[in-house]
């Protein structure tokens, strides 16, 4: 970029940075937390079908960084799964089809479960909502202290799946494909589709909260066709 508009790099920094700070100062402020009523009155049919009380669709998703230079960090950092240096946060979608919320970014290292528990989602959720995950999330106690449901695909008990147990497998998996979607709408802004600098991991925070917010902007999660309308 600096050589594209031939300025100075720490002047291009400069400008990020600010703008970075207003857009995150900004639409921090937006209410994008929906209630029941408006979930229960918005909801797509192919969450509706799913459970009926379900709030949110979460997951984590991890952001690659460069290799820090203490050990320490590097340790932290490196994600056995990405087999890279990454900081890794918490989404959450709604069933209207928007993020409605992002966590503060952890060490990649961290486990989904912990950061979970750790950033406060959960709390903000009211008793009989439902949150729906994957099979990686072990936070059923956490879930049921709170009165809260959670969605998963069934653990394999017997030598195979029942028929009741793959449909019900076929229809998360199915929903949580959405989610997925949301992810890549966010990880395609292309200030974090690549590795991120070093000298950025101070802004990544606000970065990425950023984006989360802005994959709002970008148009319908699911499209739905118009319906007939009498002239």
């Avoid at 994957?134 to 936070?139: A, C, E």
């Avoid at 292309?190 to 902007?217: D, G, H, K, M, W």
């Amino acid at each position: 970029m600096a050589h594209l508009y031939g300025m100075a790099e720490s002047t291009i920094c400069i400008i990020l940075n600010t703008w970075v700070i207003f857009l995150h100062k900004i639409l921090r402020r937006m209410p994008i937390w929906p209630s029941r009523e408006h979930i229960t009155a918005n909801m797509l049919p192919c969450f509706k079908e799913c459970d009926s009380n379900l709030r949110a669709i979460i997951d984590c998703t991890e952001i690659y960084i460069e290799t820090p230079t203490d050990s320490w960090a590097q340790r932290d950092t490196f994600s056995n799964y990405k087999h890279h240096n990454t900081a890794k946060g918490l989404l959450a979608i709604s069933p209207t089809g928007h993020v409605f919320w992002c966590s503060t970014l952890y060490a990649g290292r961290t486990s989904d479960n912990t950061i979970v528990r750790h950033s406060g989602f959960l709390d903000r959720l009211q008793e009989e909502d439902s949150i729906m995950a994957d099979k990686g999330f072990d936070i059923q106690e956490d879930c049921s202290e709170r009165g809260i449901g959670l969605v998963i695909p069934p653990f394999l008990r017997n030598i195979q799946f029942t028929h009741l147990e793959l449909d019900s497998t076929r229809e998360i998996e199915t929903t949580r494909v959405h989610i997925e979607q949301d992810v890549r709408r966010v990880k395609e802004l292309n200030i974090i589709s690549e590795t991120v600098p070093v000298t950025n991991c101070p802004q990544l925070n606000r970065i990425y909260q950023v984006c989360c917010y802005l994959a709002n902007f970008t148009g319908p999660l699911i499209a739905i066709p118009p319906t007939n309308r009498t002239k």
